[in-house]
């Protein structure tokens, strides 16, 4: 069992920045494949970015490459997404989640853990 808490989200303005922050407990943290997906209203939750067990491999969606950077320290059992440049369309619940499918995944159904979510809204 892991659980994942996030944090950092908050209401910003278009091309401002923001870092998310996920912490987890419980197995150990650097056996997980990690992701970041998000959620807009009347959507459906779409993938982000995903970091592989040791940070060495990352893979983003194409609506948030060069803009956004997934990262992990897996002393402090913390997963993070640097968001930059941010755009209205990025406006969405961001959740964290773990996966023991690796070495990074993009789809949705290989996440076995997921954190409640952080509201990100950018105002145009």
């Known amino acids: 069992q892991v659980h994942l808490v996030e944090s950092g989200g908050g209401l910003v303005q278009a091309g401002d920045s923001l870092r998310l922050s996920c912490a987890a407990s419980?197995?150990?943290?650097?056996?997980?494949?990690m992701g970041w997906f998000r959620q807009a209203p009347g959507k459906e939750r779409e993938f982000v970015a995903t970091?592989?067990?040791?940070?060495?491999?990352?893979l983003y969606a194409d609506s948030v490459k060069g803009r956004f950077t997934i990262s992990r320290d897996n002393f402090k059992n913390m997963l993070y997404l640097q968001m930059n440049s941010l755009k209205p369309e990025d406006t969405a619940v961001y959740s964290c989640?773990?996966?023991?499918?690796?070495?990074?995944?993009?789809?949705?159904?290989?996440?076995?853990?997921w954190g409640q979510g952080t509201q990100v809204t950018v105002s145009s």
């Open positions: 989640a773990a996966s023991s499918q690796g070495p990074t995944s993009p789809l949705l159904r290989e996440y076995d853990y």
């Open positions: 970091i592989s067990y040791r940070g060495g491999r990352t």
């Open positions: 419980g197995r150990t943290f650097s056996g997980y494949t």
